[in-house]
Nanobody, 115 residues
Framework: QVRLVESGGDLVQPGGSLRLSCAAS????????MSWYRQAPGKERELIAT????????NYAESVKGRFTISRENVKNRVYLQMNTLKPEDTAVYYC????????WGQGTQVTVSA
């Protein structure tokens, strides 16, 4: 029942921006903290951002702090990741997930940062 569908990934130049979107279904979205993870080839998935159920508390990995912003619209069952000043090391597949369960991973969306 739980489904998470990420979108918005693309090929961008260093210094560029992207906005990722995650459409959620199969659970009460407004009761769950949500997170964004990313995974580069040959590496483990890493947590990069979280947001509380009502959106008033956020947390970021040091590597993206000041560049990325997580947000949500509970009426639409969606969580977003605004990505600015992108670097080549941001290249990865990006996933959204319920923070406390980390199950039912979606397909993710590919972000490639290259000149």
């Amino acid at each position: 029942q739980v489904r998470l569908v990420e979108s918005g990934g693309d090929l961008v130049q260093p210094g560029g921006s992207l906005r990722l979107s995650c459409a959620a279904s199969g659970f009460t979205f407004s009761l769950d903290s949500m997170s964004w993870y990313r995974q580069a080839p040959g590496k483990e998935r890493e947590l990069i951002a979280t947001i509380s159920p009502d959106g008033d508390i956020t947390n970021y990995a040091e590597s993206v702090k000041g560049r990325f912003t997580i947000s949500r619209e509970n009426v639409k069952n969606r969580v977003y990741l605004q990505m600015n000043t992108l670097k080549p090391e941001d290249t990865a597949v990006y996933y959204c997930i319920r923070s406390r369960y980390r199950q039912n991973w979606g397909q993710g969306t590919q972000v490639t940062v290259s000149a």
